[in-house]
Nanobody
Framework: QVQLVESGGGLVQAGDSLQLSCVAS????????VGWFRQAPGKEHEFVAV??????LYADSVKGRFTISRDNAKNTAHLRIDSVQPEDTAVYFC???????????????????WGQGTQVTVSS
């Protein structure tokens, strides 16, 4: 079992940079593949990025502006967003799954644990 807590969201202006954090507690964090998703009002969860032992994957819509990273010694994952845009407004969630297989990493249903989310609101 692992518990996830996100932080770092808030109200930002378009063009700013923002770093979200996800702190894990419980079982060894390094065993987990960690993904970030976002959910805009009235929409489904949207895959953003994932990091596992094999590397990193990003949604096409965020490539070049989003960077996912992790520090297993600190049981923490991060999502850096550069040049935020109004369309980035959403609740951002981190999620963890024991499988290291990147196949299916973009599907929310394949994750075992979720944080409560952190709101990011971008003003234009």
């Amino acid at each position: 079992q692992v518990q996830l807590v996100e932080s770092g969201g808030g109200l930002v202006q378009a063009g700013d940079s923002l770093q979200l954090s996800c702190v894990a507690s419980g079982r060894s964090f390094s065993d987990y593949q960690v993904g970030w998703f976002r959910q805009a009002p009235g929409k489904e969860h949207e895959f953003v990025a994932v990091i596992n032992r094999g590397g990193r994957l990003y949604a096409d819509s965020v490539k070049g502006r989003f960077t996912i990273s992790r520090d297993n010694a600190k049981n923490t994952a991060h999502l850096r967003i550069d040049s935020v845009q109004p369309e980035d407004t959403a609740v951002y969630f981190c999620a963890a799954r024991l499988s290291q297989d990147p196949l299916g990493a973009h599907e929310p249903d394949n994750y075992d644990y979720w944080g409560q989310g952190t709101q990011v609101t971008v003003s234009s």
